[in-house]
């Protein structure tokens, strides 16, 4: 079993910044989604256990995800935020055994962006 803790959400103005995180209990990839109302969810971005990096194409250059293994805590740095970026984020966490995936997901946290 896997447990995420995220904190970091809340409601910034256009232009802002925000810097979300994630805890595990468990050394694992992990990433963040996000799920805009009316919308699928979306990936944001993965960082694997070893720091490899994958992004959502259209936040490269705005949005960095970290880790910090010793911790097991992934951080998602939102810079620039635009209205558009509104959305309750999720952390994922991917725990693989014998060949079968499992996600694990946290409660979300919401963020706003206003215009």
């Known amino acids: 079993q896997v447990q995420l803790v995220e904190s970091g959400g809340g409601l910034v103005q256009a232009g802002g910044s925000l810097r979300l995180s994630c805890a595990s209990s468990r050394r694992l990839a992990m990433g963040w989604y996000r799920q805009a109302p009316g919308k699928q969810r979306e990936l944001v971005a993965t960082i694997t256990t070893g720091g490899g990096l994958n992004y959502g194409e259209s936040l490269k250059g705005r949005f960095f995800i970290s880790r910090d293994n010793a911790s097991n805590t992934v951080y998602l740095q939102m810079n620039s935020l635009k209205p558009e970026d509104t959305a309750v984020y999720y952390c994922?966490?991917?725990?693989?055994?014998?060949?079968?995936?499992?996600?694990?997901w946290g409660q979300g946290t919401q963020v706003t962006v206003s215009s």
């Open positions: 994922n966490a991917v725990l693989v055994v014998d060949g079968t995936r499992r996600d694990y």
